[in-house]
C-alpha cells in the first residue's frame, strides 16, 4: 500500500527564512505528486504538482518541489516566506489507480 | 464550473441523530473521494468511488458510516447515528480522468453534540 510521510509536523520560522518541508512516499508504481495548503478556514488548494519530465516544479505564490526518483522524495521550498504562508501544507500521491493518499500535514507559523 | 459543491457548509446534531452529508464533483471527473480531518488524527481518507463503484472503503472508521454515489454528479455520506467523535470537517474531492490533480470542496464542518 502507498504511504505518505511528512517529517515535520510543525515550522516555526521567521519572515523572510527559507523553507524547505519533506516529503517522502512509498510506492513502486508511477506517481503523480501534489502539494496542497489549506489557509486557515479554508479547504485545501492546490500549490503545484509533478507529473513527469523536469523534476523541478514550480507553482502558485513562489513555491516549488524537486522530485528525486531515488530517494522517492518530493520536498516543497519557498526561498523566502511570508507571514501569509501561515497556513498546513499537504503533500500527497496519486497512483494510476486514481487512489490518492495524503500526508499528515506540516502546520507553518511565519512570525512577522 | 463552479468547483466541487458541498452541503451543508455546518451541521450541528445531536448524539444519535442521522446526518448526511451531500457533494456534487465537478462535471466530468470519474472519481470521488470522501475526507475527514480532525486535529487529533488530520486528514484521512474515508472512501473513494471510480466511476461511481466504491473502490475502496477501508478508511470508513464504523458501520454508523455509509457512502453513496447513485450517479456521477451525486454522492452522499451518511452517518446513523451519529456521536461526538465523529465531529469532525468533512471534505470531498473529485480528480480528472487519469487520477491527476484532485478538486476540493469546502467542506461541511459537523458537531454533534
Known amino acids: 500500500a502507498q504511504s505518505v510521510s511528512q517529517h515535520n509536523h510543525h515550522v516555526i520560522l521567521s519572515e523572510a527564512a527559507s523553507l524547505e518541508l519533506g516529503c517522502n512516499y512509498s510506492y513502486g508504481g508511477t506517481v503523480n505528486l501534489f502539494w496542497y495548503v489549506q489557509y486557515p478556514g479554508q479547504h485545501l488548494q492546490l500549490l503545484l504538482k509533478?507529473?513527469?519530465?523536469?523534476?523541478l516544479v514550480k507553482g502558485i505564490k513562489g513555491f516549488e518541489a524537486e522530485f528525486i526518483k531515488s530517494k522517492f522524495s518530493f520536498n516543497l521550498r519557498k526561498p523566502s516566506v511570508q507571514w501569509s504562508d501561515t497556513a498546513e501544507y499537504f503533500c500527497?500521491?496519486?497512483?494510476?489507480?486514481?487512489?490518492?493518499?495524503f500526508g499528515d500535514g506540516t502546520t507553518l507559523t511565519v512570525k512577522p | 464550473d463552479a468547483g466541487v459543491i458541498q452541503s451543508p457548509r455546518h451541521e450541528v446534531t445531536e448524539m444519535g441523530q442521522e446526518v448526511t452529508l451531500r457533494c456534487k464533483p465537478i462535471?466530468?471527473?470519474?472519481?470521488l473521494f470522501w475526507y475527514r480531518q480532525t486535529m487529533m488524527r488530520g486528514l484521512e481518507l474515508l472512501i473513494y468511488?471510480?466511476?461511481?463503484?466504491?473502490?475502496?472503503d477501508s478508511g470508513m472508521p464504523e458501520d454508523r458510516f455509509s457512502a453513496k454515489m447513485p450517479n456521477a454528479s451525486f454522492s452522499t455520506l451518511k452517518i446513523q447515528p451519529s456521536e461526538p467523535r465523529d465531529s469532525a470537517v468533512y471534505f470531498c474531492?473529485?480528480?480528472?480522468?487519469?487520477?491527476?490533480?484532485?478538486?476540493f470542496g469546502q467542506g461541511t464542518r459537523l458537531t454533534v453534540v
Open positions: 474531492a473529485s480528480i480528472t480522468t487519469g487520477g491527476t490533480e484532485a478538486f
Open positions: 468511488f471510480n466511476n461511481n463503484v466504491p473502490i475502496d
Open positions: 500527497a500521491v496519486n497512483t494510476n489507480a486514481g487512489k490518492s493518499t
Open positions: 509533478y507529473f513527469s519530465g523536469d523534476p
Open positions: 462535471s466530468g471527473h470519474n472519481s
